[in-house]
């Protein structure tokens, strides 16, 4: 089942509502939530799931659709209570055995949704900024100290998401050893819908891909995760408590990373849960090589950023 958050294009300041994609659009399921002003609707959704399964399943069957033509989409989870993001979870053709798992928290206040726009911060001391196309878990909890072999009891599903990152030096993430240059308003695109997880029956086993205005830039699979889905809720857990809604992005094969500028067309897809677009908005216009960065230690000078010649070398420049 596919699960989106939106809103009719004909009323932008209708309060979202939620539903199930289907193949004539999108069929209206708010009227099934239990009333709770305190919860979003999808945090309802799947707080509710086990109760409302059947009548969501029946929608999805007989419902009246809403073409997506007269539909505004959202991020499917607007404001999560936390995001989670692993650090640097792909083997990416690296011997590298017992790396531990880490992750780092990312501002909810990020989030944005399919067809919105990233802004980057009009300040000049990131002197970067790159995308990172990931597979994102949406937890169904309270879920706490949770097994590896248990790991789908706090998995709703999984859906899309874009690390929008600022750098501070090569790849380094603007101020090193902090979650801040990840926490930028509009850093974390999500969406377009929500796929249960009963429809994912391998989590790694999906494409990941990114399109810059349509060079190909990320094009990896999820089985070169190093540390897999059922580590990663099982670590959390141990951790934190995880609630309905939190997400947690499973990281990036960094071969794939390029910077983001002024005007362009960020496009993410994801086997079995689709695709979406947001844009790029810089007030100041700033400048750097198009491309795939492989970072400042490249010995290729071919990629030059306006004003800091010494600091963007790319090594491929893939177009599909």
Known sequence: MKLVTFTPIASPAAEPSVGVLTGEGVVDAGHLLPR???????????????ELRDGLGGLAVSGPAIPLSTLRLHAPIRRPGKILCCIGNYWE??????????????????????????????????????????????????????????????????????????????????RAGSWMGKSFDTFAPMGPCIVTADEIPDPQALRVRLWNDGELRHDYNTGDMEHQVPEIVAFASMIMTLNSGDVMACGTNHEGLGAVQNGERLLIDIDQIGGMAVMVSDLLERTWARGVYMGADSTNHAAVQRNRPQEAHLLRNDRP
């Open 93 to 174: 053709h690296a011997d590298r055995a017992g790396r531990p798992l880490n992750m780092f928290l990312k501002s909810p206040e990020a989030v944005i949704g399919p067809d919105d726009t990233v802004r980057l911060p009009a300040t000049r001391d990131p002197w970067m900024f790159m995308h990172e196309a990931e597979l994102a878990i949406v937890v169904k909890g309270p879920a706490k100290d949770v097994a590896e072999q248990d790991w789908r009891s706090a998995v709703f599903g999984f859906t899309c998401f874009i690390d929008v990152t600022a750098r501070g030096e090569g790849r380094m993430t603007w």
């Open 36 to 50: 709770d002003d305190r919860l979003e609707p999808m945090i309802a959704l799947i707080s509710n799931f086990d």
